[in-house]
């Protein structure tokens, strides 16, 4: 699936494709199994007629929910949003990232609890979206069995009468519809049994498709640096811990399964006419924040760090520290006074970048280190991934990008990242508590 959903024309085509494709399936066959004169055992049963048409009807259903069923958007009032010390920040939205949300490219925002954005819905499986998405896989598989049974039927009466002469037996075109029927039906049959299957997977243990990818990547590299931690060198100089991590948001296989379908009503679940969880409002509640399971040293450690985009970042801008208490400061200064104090602090900078500089050389020089440092050695001249280009692929050379994840907006914000419209609003804050006290 990987990059489809880049093509303008997949992008354009994919929906009223998949209407074609349900529509060939489901009323093309039922057309040949009526109107044949010479496909035996003749027109399906009324019962057979009902139940599968009452399926398709509802995998219509499903599917324009899947595909109509806005992604979630997160609303900010002037409230400032704070994550545990480490803000996650994307460029794009210009607005802090809570957990769980990642930016797409397509839906062009950042999207709570994004699984992947699906080219065949042309819409992100997310917080929202989850359960429709679910519940078309599912439905539709009922179908797709249903269709089985009733061609399998047909098959099994040429069986029957292979000793008649052949012009007793079914007309030409009925066969080549037969067939081609056969041949896309167990193509499609066993493309959605497979994505159930994953769906139904990253269902019970509430692991989406990015986060699967995110632990395979954290689990080779912690392999691969074979200890428990290590600290790698930020671009500010600042030491970025590497540790071995659990993954949080498994609560239970209950309460996973009940939180993506937005109710512990069971009979609900599969209901076609059942609603989806929420965005929570005012910067609180559902899709801003997620219970975790505790299994890890605190809150708030997913996603693990990627220790190669890291040292990257360090050998491409080895910038100094960003002293944002001097920023606000300047705010309030004249012209005069602001030049000045920007002259010193671009004097601090150049200093610091100078030291560091010469640090990160000496790191880079020596490959086998003293053991504090990087000492993943076998990483050190950068992962690359199975195409060749730099950075970590999964076994079927799979990137974040290839869940429509906007890469540019991904760089886990340190700091450094916090434009200072953010800042001024955090001084609101600031200040408004001050007052309080
Ligand atoms: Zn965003
Ligand atoms: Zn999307």
Redesign the pocket.
């Known amino acids: 699936m990987a990059g489809l959903s880049d093509a303008p024309l997949i992008r354009s085509i994919a929906v009223p494709a998949v209407c074609l494709l349900i529509a060939f399936l489901g009323y093309f066959s039922q057309f040949l199994f009526y109107f044949s004169t010479t496909l035996e055992p003749g027109p399906p049963s009324p019962r057979e007629t009902i139940i599968f048409n009452t399926l398709l009807a509802i995998l219509y259903l499903t599917y324009f929910r899947t595909v109509l069923v806005d992604p979630g958007r997160y609303v900010f009032t002037e409230q400032v949003i704070e994550v545990d010390g480490k803000l996650r920040w ?1 460029k ?2 210009e ?1 802090p ?1 809570p957990p769980r949300a990642h ?1 797409c490219r397509h839906c062009a ?2 999207v709570p609890k994004m699984d992947h954005h699906c080219p065949w819905t042309n819409n992100c499986v997310s917080m929202t979206t989850f359960p429709h998405f679910l519940r078309f896989l599912v439905y539709t598989n009922l179908s797709l069995w249903m269709l089985g049974y009733l061609l399998w039927q047909r098959y099994y009466s040429l069986w029957e009468s292979r000793n008649l002469p052949a012009y007793l037996g079914p007309s030409l075109p009925a066969l080549v519809a037969l067939a081609a029927l056969s041949l896309v039906g167990s193509v499609t049959s066993l493309a959605l049994f497979i994505m159930l299957v994953n769906t139904v997977k990253s269902w019970v243990f509430n692991q989406t498709m990015i986060e699967g990818w995110e632990q395979d990547r954290h689990e080779a590299i912690a392999d691969r640096g074979g200890r428990d931690w290590w600290d790698v060198t930020g671009p500010d100089g600042k030491k970025v811990r590497f540790e071995r991590i659990e993954f949080p948001y498994d609560i239970g296989i209950f309460a996973n399964m009940a939180q993506a379908m937005g109710t512990s009503n069971v009979l609900m679940w599969f209901s076609p006419l059942a609603g989806n969880p929420k965005v929570g409002k005012d910067g609180a509640g559902a899709g801003w924040t997620w219970e975790e399971n505790g299994f890890n040293r605190k809150e708030g450690m997913w996603p693990p760090p990627d220790p190669e985009k890291i040292r990257r970042a360090a050998r491409q801008q080895p910038t100094a520290r960003r002293d944002f208490a001097a920023e606000l400061r300047e705010l309030d200064m004249s012209p005069e006074e602001r030049k000045e104090a920007f002259k010193q602090r671009q004097e601090a900078d150049m200093k610091r970048k100078r030291m560091l500089v010469a640090e990160l050389e000496e790191v880079d020089g020596s490959d086998v280190g003293d053991g504090s440092d990087d000492s993943d050695g076998a990483v050190h001249d950068g992962d690359r991934g199975l195409d060749g280009a730099p950075g970590w692929t999964n076994t079927d050379g799979e990137r974040l990008e290839d869940y429509g994840v906007d890469d540019e ?1 991904e760089e886990d914000a340190l700091d450094e990242d916090v434009p200072i419209a953010e800042l001024i609003r955090r001084r609101k804050v600031l200040q408004r508590d001050h007052r309080d006290d």
């Open positions: 994307c794009k939205c607005a990232k930016h925002r950042c907006a």
